[in-house]
């Protein structure tokens, strides 16, 4: 797995003559310049009439072209309603969601776009692994009290921030129940992200003095990706899908969103708080590794 | 000298000129140039400006992580200047708009000190924000993409209808004092250019009776619009805490416990501009025993409303001890720094003021009003950074679940940046002092004539008072619903096996099948195992499988409970998992959905989260600065009349 797989595009758009598909444009990782690689895979590529095509990785090539900023980005996918389902009885603490995210996106030390908790609600309960991404609220409050419109939601349900209008007021900070966004307090290391074109689905490059959050990984779903935490969980811990189609995935397997969510008894996090998330949990119940308190993990 | 055209002043044999001219002449000392320790008083004001612009400036340059706020604590003492200084800004409110309307006769001497503190402490306020803001360059955002639904831009409406009312309200009651400064004074030496500026700004106001009417017209509306206004400013202030979902923020009593908290350190801090105008300019005659006391009163009144304030709000978290607020509770009063400065607060800053106000000591009451208003400016500092600081420090995930312990101490940039705010609240202060009269010259006077000296609470002597000429109060009808509506005020790759694999659906309703049928070289192929899968945005959901019969068919019942892709079509998919010899032999067959897809119809309907803010919000807000501003305007109106009525003399 290359550790740089999203270091390309939106700018990047891909020739795969060799398929005799003409110009596909990718867009399913984030970066500027298209790194294949591993060489025997299959790589979705979105056609230029909108299908989505599986090519040789090695056959991929990149072309840089000029492209200008989607103006739909603000509106999202249309019929979409992406939707993660996180399953607490699977979920054995590892981090390796949280690992493979802050490499996807660069993330300085000691900021996780999804970070896991050790939860403990109540003396005698059992503790259990927390995995907390952004809830891409249905009735976000931070989106709520933007004073610009920096942060909005889109119709596929996400929630992203347009660095280029954030103010930096930090008010949406305040606003989160779940503390789920992140500030640039200073001038952020961009590295090669530097000189790529910006887009609010992929976040790059950053800019000092704004607001940073999980962002579902829109690029990728673009591409037929899954997002990069649900990819990388071992366990299959994490799903992804969308509600229209009533259907998410994990690492390897596709199920039934309402299917699951029933059996499961499936919630929402601080339902009370009337925010509507779209991130859902499954109990803990029967887990499927040893529970954190018998399990000594390393929560650094 | 005012009035040469038959004014009601000049039947009274002189007397009004004379005892303007004694009043004024005294008031003129404080235009005066300063002395050594006044230019000392600058000069140290100046440099500790100049010290928080270099911090800012170092903050500009390097971003806002030379101050201590990070991830949990996103705001802190830049946050806590801000709701301190619109705090400090209510005194002008208070001690002005309401005593003039309620025609307190001790006023008079105090109403420009106060106003004054209102407009300075709203221009060192407000840019507080844009200090705090991590892009000031793109502080414009705020129009051009401005959100009606967020408690920002109410308070960027809020705030500056609040400075044009203040500044506007100085002014109208600043006009007649501004004549009389314009003609040329053997006692008071000053420059030409001075002159002309208090020459334009007095609108050419001569006294006339048609002129006071105006004058005084325009400043009973606006000492009653501009209580509204202030009311609402703190509100909106509190709600930018109160809107959040926050434990400690998301209280229904943070409007009122703000605007009481706001007057409460305003009128602390008029008292202490008094006391320092007062030692600077020997002003003692001018502010007596009389406003003191009365004052004093007034802040012991608010003490105590503040006190009961703050036992409602934290009695009601302590006791109904809520998870989180009791996390709150926890940190805010329990044995940790936060617990030593709420305790502190609560014993030096709430209780110990109130007694030293309450105690019946004429005598020492003045030094008493000192130490109880300086305790409480500080004590409302505190108040407030205990506001921001531990409730952001205990959200409702715990932070510690995680390893993560959020800490915050304002840094040496913040405590200069403070500082300089602070220092400029002071010279702005202090220069006005220098140019215009801290004390209302025409209304002093106006006092002691109608009223007699004692009754106003200022030591002028004058020959003799005259008959009480009525306050004109301003249209009444404005002043109710200006009230209530400030109060509302919101693939995989396809193997070429050699069977024959096709698939079909048949039957209707409850029977509908999807049937897969499996062939090799035209033969049936029986016993294969096949599994079904509908194509979905990430992978394959499996929705049966089974084995094939004698006639190499195999059907599962059609999938009813699977919605459609994006164009309403099931994409089924029907692989052979068995025998191994034919497995990964796919056929493919589109079929149109039982279920409508669960589609949005409007995707940005006008919700708080969406664009475009919901039309009741809108009209509330556009009607609420429709009422303020048109009441503005009506003000302005009178000011040109009165222009007007100095011409055509």
């Known amino acids: 797995m290359n550790e740089t797989r999203r270091e390309f595009l939106q700018k990047s758009a891909v020739a795969a003559g060799a398929v005799g598909a003409g110009l596909l444009a990718s867009h399913f990782a984030r970066g500027c310049e298209f790194e294949a690689s591993e060489a025997d895979a299959l790589k979705p590529v979105l056609t230029t009439d909108g299908k989505l095509v599986q090519v040789k990785a090695e056959q991929v090539k990149p072309v840089l072209i000029a492209a200008k900023r989607d103006p739909a980005v603000r509106e999202g996918v249309a019929g979409r309603k992406w939707v993660m389902v996180i399953d607490l009885a699977k979920c054995d603490g590892c981090k390796n969601c949280t690992t493979e995210c802050n490499k996807m996106h660069h993330t300085p030390p000691e900021r996780e776009w999804l970070r896991v908790f050790r939860m403990k609600d109540a003396h005698h309960t059992a503790p259990y692994w927390f995995p907390k991404p952004c809830f891409h609220c249905d009735n976000p409050p931070c989106t709520k009290v933007c004073p610009v419109g920096a942060t909005f939601k889109r119709q596929d349900g996400i929630v992203l921030i347009d660095n280029e209008r954030c103010i930096g007021c930090r008010f949406c900070m305040a606003a989160c129940p779940y503390s789920t966004r992140y500030f640039n307090w200073g001038a952020p290391q961009n590295g090669s992200m530097t000189e790529c074109d910006y887009s609010p689905e992929t976040g790059f490059p950053r800019r000092v003095g704004t607001v940073e959050k999980c962002d579902f990984c829109p690029d990728m779903a673009k591409a037929g990706q899954l997002p990069m935490c649900a990819k990388s969980c071992t366990m299959g811990a994490l799903y992804f899908g969308d509600e229209n189609e009533d259907a998410v995935t994990n690492s390897d397997e596709t199920v039934q969103l309402s299917k699951l969510l029933e059996e499961r008894a499936g919630y929402r996090y601080f339902e009370e708080l009337g925010t509507e998330p779209r991130v859902y949990y499954l109990p803990p119940k029967d887990r499927q590794y040893p529970g954190p308190l018998l399990k000594k993990k390393a929560t650094t | ?649």
């Open chain 2, 1 to 649: 000298m005012l009035d040469n055209n038959g004014s009601l002043t000049k039947e009274q044999d002189g007397v009004h000129d004379r005892l303007q001219e004694s009043v004024l002449e005294e008031l003129l000392e404080t235009l005066r140039p300063s002395g050594p320790l006044g230019r000392l008083w600058l000069l140290t004001l100046g440099t500790v400006m100049f010290a928080g612009a270099a911090a800012y400036a170092w903050q500009l340059l390097n971003g806002l992580r030379v101050t201590g706020m990070r991830e949990y604590v996103s705001w802190g003492a830049y946050m806590t200047n801000f709701v301190f200084f619109i705090g400090v800004s209510h005194a002008g409110t208070l001690i002005s708009a309401i005593l003039r309307v309620t025609q307190a006769d001790w006023r008079r001497s105090i109403t420009r000190m106060a106003e004054g503190i209102t407009v300075f402490a709203l221009m060192v306020g407000a840019p507080m924000v844009i200090i705090d803001m991590g892009r000031p360059d793109r502080v414009l955002n705020v129009i051009l993409h401005g959100r009606f639904n967020s408690p920002i831009l109410w308070d960027v409406c809020a705030i500056c209808t609040y400075l044009s009312g203040s500044l506007l309200y100085l002014y109208v009651a600043m006009i007649p004092d501004l004549a009389m400064l314009a003609p040329k004074r053997a006692a008071w030496d000053r420059a030409p250019w001075k002159e002309r500026i208090y020459l334009a700004l007095s609108l050419g106001y001569q006294g006339t009776a048609e002129q006071r009417r105006l004058l005084e017209r325009a400043l009973a509306t606006m000492s009653i619009i501009i209580i509204p206004v202030a009311i609402s400013v703190h509100t909106v202030v509190s709600w930018i805490f109160g809107m959040t979902l926050r434990p400690g923020w998301h209280s229904t009593i943070f409007g009122p416990y703000f605007v009481i908290g706001a007057i409460f350190s305003g009128t602390a801090a008029i008292i202490t501009a008094m006391v320092l105008f007062r030692k600077a300019y020997h002003l003692e005659k001018y502010l007596t025993y009389r406003q003191f006391q009365n004052l004093g009163r007034l802040m012991l009144a608010l003490n105590l409303l503040y006190i009961y304030f703050t036992l409602s709000e934290y009695l009601t978290a302590w006791y109904g001890s809520e998870v989180v607020e009791r996390r709150l509770i926890d940190l805010l009063m329990g044995r940790n720094l936060y617990g030593l400065m709420f305790w502190g607060w609560a014993v030096f800053c709430l209780f110990l003021p109130a007694l030293i106000v309450g105690l019946p000591r004429p005598k020492t009451l003045i030094p008493r009003l000192v130490i109880a208003s300086i305790l409480i400016n500080i004590g409302m500092w505190v108040k407030r950074y205990l506001i921001i600081v531990p409730t952001l420090m205990t959200p409702y995930i715990n932070p510690e679940a995680a390893g993560a312990i959020p800490h915050y101490y304002p840094t040496w940039v913040e405590w200069t940046v403070t500082a300089g705010g602070l220092a400029t609240f002071m010279m702005l202060f202090t220069l006005f002092a220098k140019f215009f009269p801290i004390i209302s010259i025409w209304e002093t006077v106006e006092g002691v004539e109608e009223l007699g000296a004692e009754r106003i609470g200022v030591e002028v002597t004058i020959p003799k008072a005259k008959p009480r000429r009525r306050f004109q109060t301003a249209p009444a009808f404005l002043a109710l619903p200006l009230l209530l509506a400030a109060l509302v005020g919101i693939g995989a790759a396809t193997r070429q096996a050699s069977p024959s694999f096709t698939l079909t659906a048949r039957g209707e309703g409850e029977d509908k099948e999807v049937v897969a049928s499996l062939r090799v070289n035209t033969n049936s192929l029986a016993g294969a195992r096949v599994a079904f899968f509908v194509e979905r945005a990430f992978g394959r959901l499996p929705i049966g499988a089974t084995v094939t019969d004698d006639k190499g068919v195999a059907a599962i019942s059609f999938p009813e409970s699977v919605p459609g892709a994006t164009n309403g079509v099931l994409k089924v998919l029907a692989e052979v998992t068995a025998p191994p010899e034919w497995a990964g032999a796919q056929a493919k067959a589109e079929f149109a959905a039982t279920l409508p897809r669960n589609l949005v119809e409007e995707p940005f309907p006008r919700a708080l989260w969406s664009p475009h803010a919901p039309f009741p919000l809108v009209l509330t807000l556009l009607g609420l600065l429709t009422i303020v501003w048109s009441t503005y305007s009506f003000v302005i109106v009178q000011l040109v009349k009165l222009r007007r009525a100095a011409k055509t003399m």
